[in-house]
């Protein structure tokens, strides 16, 4: 377990490091900061002072160490945008992101395996079928169109919903939420509907293909033989084998709701991560590009690293593949 969980640490620490050489490059030839921040109007003198101070005078790899360095102390300069510390702005917008991200995953999950277990025994019924129709439409249709549609029904027509904004938060040190309050609720339904819809559609399909594949399986009809009652079988066994596979791809796509909330914050203008980071490439404010692509490199490799881990202590198989050498 010890030789697995350094194995692990060792490869997120090289894919942070090739995530953080990507972000670097981006202050390389992705404009010229010195511009940004002196204007058009600057001299030569003015520009190679503001070099000089900047360290970006020095060389290529001097100047990624004290990139990798500060990084790691989750620091990134300033905004070229709006002048304050990208860490601040982060911080302030991240508490949004998460919770979005969070309440779209337990609504997926809610919602998505159930649909997928009834789906799978009660196969060729019409509400299977239903499920299975609208899970093929939530995987095609953009979300960005399913934002726009729920806007459309439950906001403007029925004035169910707000459209935009978190609503009401409440301030706990530097943290915000909004599911403290029922406006934050309110106008959280929306935004985590459309986030969580291709999701839980994806789960649907995961877990009814899972548990087919499960109830065609020898130990089941070992398990029906000893005289198991159908309850029993279904989910005391089946269901169990079939969530293995289902956590792990659970794990990465709460990483994917969070790096891919972009389009649903704009569409509902949610203060998150996402839309921060829409804002930041249409005024190509390098900075706050760079942390956020390690922000999200950082979040994807946690949420592998404890998959992995989950997924090595509930599999006995791995356990046995690895105490026996293979």
């Known amino acids: 377990m010890f030789a697995f969980i350094v194995r692990r640490l060792a490869q997120a620490a090289l894919v942070m490091v090739t995530v953080a050489l990507i972000s670097f490059m981006l202050f390389q030839y992705v404009g010229d900061p010195v511009v940004f921040l002196l ?3 600057a001299t030569q003198e003015q520009i190679k002072e503001l070099r000089q101070a900047l360290g970006l005078d020095q060389p290529f790899i001097v100047q990624f160490w004290h990139f990798l360095s500060n990084a790691a102390q989750g620091e990134f300069g300033f905004s070229l945008r709006q002048g304050t510390q990208v860490s601040a702005l982060i911080a302030e917008r991240f508490p949004a992101t998460l919770e979005l991200a969070l309440v779209a995953g337990f609504l997926a999950l809610a919602v998505g395996i159930p649909m997928g ?31 726009i549609l729920l ?31 029922a406006k934050g609720w309110h106008h959280i339904v929306l935004p985590a509907v459309t986030l969580a819809i291709f999701q839980l559609t994806l789960i649907m399909r995961l877990v009814r ?45 709460l990483g994917g709701l969070i790096a891919f909330a972009i389009i649903t914050e704009t569409v509902f203008q949610w203060p998150g991560m996402g839309l921060l980071f829409i804002q930041a490439v249409t005024f190509a404010d390098i900075p706050v590009m760079a942390a956020y692509l390690c922000l999200i490199a950082l979040i994807f490799v946690v949420i592998n690293l404890i998959v992995d ?18």
């Open 209 to 253: 293909a899972e548990m087919l594949e499960v109830l065609r399986t020898d130990y089941i009809k070992f398990a029906r033989a000893r005289g198991l009652t159908t309850r029993a079988v279904h989910f005391g066994h089946a269901l169990k084998n079939t969530l293995v596979p289902v956590m792990t791809i659970t794990g990465l796509q």
């Open 309 to 326: 881990l989950l997924y090595f202590a509930v599999d006995p198989r791995l356990r046995a593949g690895k105490s026996s050498g293979h």
């Open 151 to 181: 806007i459309l029904v439950f906001a403007v027509t029925l004035g169910w919903f707000p459209s935009f904004g978190r609503g009401e938060v409440v301030k706990i040190g530097w943290w915000t939420s909004g599911l403290l309050t």
């Open 117 to 147: 277990v009834y789906a799978a025994l009660k196969r060729g019924s019409f509400l299977s079928q239903v499920f299975m129709t609208l899970s093929l439409l939530g995987v095609s249709l953009p979300t960005f169109l399913i934002g």
């Open 39 to 41: 204007g058009q109007d």
